[in-house]
């Protein structure tokens, strides 16, 4: 074992951050008793409402959150939108991480105001009853309020947010089914797919009712996965084995954990991830040669459609009826199989960034897209809680 | 008695009085009284403010059917002898949206846009579930 490690010197300097961020607001909470009258969510409100009074904003200026345990329960909580999230837990630095990733963010132009906050009460809560204590778990909101009502998880969420486009939009099972029925038509293609043969629209519309109007072969697989990515620097990544798959790029916005909490059921918060990510690109839908939208469900990928710019909103319909996202569409979409048909492990948005990369290297075989410069990865967490797009592309688009 | 059984909801000290006004089938929403405006779910401070100025109002449980599914396998196994039953999101008149389900009704007449009012289903403790049904046209 060596007695000390040698000072290093840091591998890239890159002033970048310098003098990018600055903190504004600030405030604290604590006793000369040791311990505090709030608790739990309503503590990190006081101290959030406290740190902005004193940078003279409102929580309508925050675009961004960081929380040791759950950014996305806070902005629930908070009833916020942001843009910026990060919920990195490096135990008691998380907080300087903090600051530093969201310095980067605000750097790049992800975002403009960032709340971090923190809150603990072990002293008081030694005598505070269990049911009452301090932080509730991401889950028990949603025990407390929705569970016992017999919603499926996630899927009964998703089907109600179809049910709202349908009412809505007039939006057709038939149209949802084709979803599937292109997605399983690029699986067909790719021998690693859990189902290859072909599906049609009545395939769909005789599968079992899942929850109405989602029929089981709207809904993703569940099957075992796994999948990693490298990133480095641009210059690096032209002196390694593979073509650079540049990030042109990304965005991504929450609003909601819960299905009840989430603003507009047909509008996802991909309308302010796919538009960051395209203007950070320079690049518009037109422009897309693949999409890799999460398809958890066939409604999922439709909402991606319209929410990206591909069409309309209300249109996803009519716009996936023709086949379009189909090999040999005007849109290749899932071209791995999706969710649908390729995998489904539980949280599927690494396996878009994988595809993605892959068709742009041009390694996708009888998949290919012929061409194929820029693709996007439009990832989507929880119940639609949480998009992220990334823009893709080969060195020709840089 | 019912035949099903239900995953009874956990409460913590914010939400005892909805849940004790239950015990009277009585349904109380949240009101900042900065913002004049319902709050749902409970929370110790204003979404909208931030602001700690929060009531307890009297509901009438009135509302509309924002979106509805059908859920044709029951999610909790106690669920099981009410399967296909129909889970909603239900736009109450002070301008709060939650899940809720409607009992009483076959799955085929809870629509989007119904009428609902709010019901009351027995917990094990005394408490009450707020479910819906469909209101008298």
């Not at chain 1, 000072?7 to 002033?15: E, G, K, L, M, S």
């Not at chain 1, 843009?83 to 132009?109: L, M, P």
């Not at chain 1, 518009?284 to 929410?307: K, N, R």
Request: proline share 6%; glycine share 10%; hydrophobic share 40%.
């Amino acid at each position: 074992m060596p007695e000390h490690r040698d000072a290093v010197a840091p591998a890239r300097v890159d002033r970048s951050l310098r003098g990018a961020a600055a903190l504004v607001g600030v405030a604290d909470a604590v006793s000369p008793t040791g311990e505090l009258d709030r608790h739990g969510q309503a503590l990190e409100a006081a101290v959030v409402r406290d740190a902005l009074a004193d940078a003279g904003l409102t929580l309508d200026d925050v675009d961004g959150v960081c929380h040791a345990t759950s950014s996305m329960q806070l902005a629930e909580y908070l009833g916020i939108h942001p843009r910026f999230t990060d919920s990195t837990n490096t135990g008691g630095s998380s907080f300087e991480v903090h600051v530093e990733h969201a310095a980067a963010a605000i750097a790049a132009g992800l975002c403009e105001v960032v709340v971090g906050v923190y809150a603990a009460t072990p002293r008081s809560d030694r005598h505070r009853p269990a049911a009452a204590f301090p932080r509730r778990s991401p889950a028990d909101a949603m025990l407390e309020w929705e569970l016992p009502y017999g919603l499926r998880q996630p899927m009964g969420a998703y089907a109600l947010a179809a049910s709202r486009h349908m009412h809505e939009f007039g939006t057709t099972a038939e149209q949802l089914a084709q979803i599937a029925v292109s997605t399983r038509a690029w699986a067909t293609r790719n021998e690693r797919a859990r189902y290859q043969t072909p599906l049609t629209i009545d395939d769909v519309l005789d599968s079992p009712m899942e929850s109405t109007p989602l029929h089981r072969l709207d809904c993703c697989l569940v099957t075992d996965g796994a999948g990693a990515f490298v990133l480095t620097s641009a210059e690096r990544a032209r002196t390694l084995a593979k073509p650079p798959v540049y990030v042109l790029g990304a965005g991504t916005c929450h609003d909601h954990l819960m299905i009840s909490q989430m603003p507009d059921l047909t509008t996802t918060p991909g309308v302010v991830s796919g538009a960051t990510a395209f203007a950070m690109a320079g690049c518009a839908p037109s422009d897309v040669d693949v999409l890799m939208g999460y398809d958890s469900f066939t409604i999922t990928a439709l909402l991606h459609l319209e929410d990206l710019g591909f069409c309309a909103k209300g249109e996803g319909g009519p716009f996936a009826e023709d086949g379009r996202l189909g090999p040999g569409g005007s849109l290749p979409m899932n071209t791995n199989g999706g969710g649908l048909s390729y995998t489904h492990p539980g949280m599927y948005g690494m396996f878009l960034i994988v595809e993605a990369v892959r068709q742009l290297r041009g390694e996708c075989g009888a998949r290919q897209v012929d061409g194929a410069e820029v693709a996007v990865a439009h990832g989507s967490g929880m119940v639609l809680s949480c998009m992220s797009t990334l823009v893709l592309g080969t060195e020709a688009t840089r | 008695m019912s035949d099903h059984q239900r995953l009874e909801p956990p409460q913590s000290e914010l939400t005892a009085p909805f849940w004790d006004a239950t015990r009277e089938r009585r349904l109380l929403v949240q009101w900042c009284l900065e913002c004049d405006a319902a709050v749902f779910y409970p929370r110790e401070v204003c979404p909208g403010c931030l602001g700690e100025r929060l009531e307890w109002r009297a509901s009438p449980g009135t509302g509309t059917i924002h979106a509805v599914t059908v859920e044709h396998r029951a999610q909790q196994p106690g669920l099981a002898s009410l399967v296909p039953y129909a889970v909603v999101l239900v736009d109450l008149d002070e301008g709060i949206r939650l899940l809720s389900t409607v009992v009483h009704a076959a799955p085929d007449q809870v629509v989007i846009g119904r009428r609902v009012v709010v019901g009351w289903e027995p917990l094990s403790d005394g408490r009450h579930l707020p479910v819906f049904e469909l209101a008298k046209p």
